[in-house]
């Protein structure tokens, strides 16, 4: 399994980055997808879900409204698109997999799988 983030950058204040993720060795749409985040010296967080079988999808109230996860079931990719972003998204941004449904989404715990990450820089 290999989950390959790409997307990320640096961009002012208000503006947007698209993230994306490619899986291989998972079928994106048959398993739980999510997005985390991680500044040096904190937690991993989670920041968005998406749900097999159906789509239903799920965010940390920092980014509602602002970020939108999605998937392309042809490219088998995950994707993070982030409008508004403030200073405080700034993070490494890593794509997260899980077969299994135990677990809260927003919990490292909860996926088996992981990217290596992709950089995220907002100036203000």
């Known amino acids: 399994v290999q989950l390959v983030e790409s997307g990320g950058g640096s961009v002012q204040a208000g503006g947007s980055l698209r993230l994306s993720c490619a899986a291989f060795?998972?079928?994106?749409?048959?398993?739980?997808m999510a997005w985390f985040r991680q500044v040096p010296g904190k937690e991993r967080e989670g920041v968005a879900v998406?749900?097999?079988?159906?789509?239903?999808?799920g965010y940390a109230d920092s980014v509602k409204g602002r970020f939108t996860i999605s998937q392309d079931n042809a490219k088998n990719t995950l994707y993070l698109q982030m409008n508004t972003l403030k200073p405080e998204d700034t993070a490494m941004y890593f794509c997260?997999?899980?077969?299994?449904?135990?677990?809260?989404?927003?919990?490292?715990?909860?996926?088996?799988?992981w990217g290596q990450g992709t950089q995220v820089t907002v100036s203000s």
């Open positions: 997260a997999a899980e077969w299994s449904a135990l677990g809260h989404w927003s919990r490292t715990q909860s996926f088996r799988y």
């Open positions: 998406l749900y097999p079988s159906g789509g239903s999808t």
């Open positions: 060795g998972v079928t994106v749409p048959f398993f739980r």
